[in-house]
């Protein structure tokens, strides 16, 4: 969010500012929002580990589109570690007894 309101640069090949507030606007709801389930996570709340679960298989999901149609596994490497991680975890008996989806 900082970067597309001009206050860090571009960490890619282009080393430029760029002010961009629509950019910053959604990069900061996008911020509120896993505020918001990491919240209801620490707070055992079933409907965040649903929440986490469907987005967790939606981006495996974009990860799989992304190499299907030409991408390369530099690309995407880490969402699909990260968010593999997550499921796998999300998954186990002793996580899904403790917000109740048994």
Known sequence: MLRFLGFLPNLGPLDIRIFNFWYALLYG?????????????????RQAWFFLAVITIFNLSLSFVVLVTGGSWYDINF?????????????????RGAFGTD
């Open 29 to 45: 709801l996008l911020a509120y929002i896993w505020a918001w389930v990491a919240l209801m996570l620490w707070q055992v709340d």
């Open 79 to 95: 969402a699909v570690i990260v968010n593999a991680l997550i499921l796998i975890y999300i998954m186990l008996p002793g996580t």
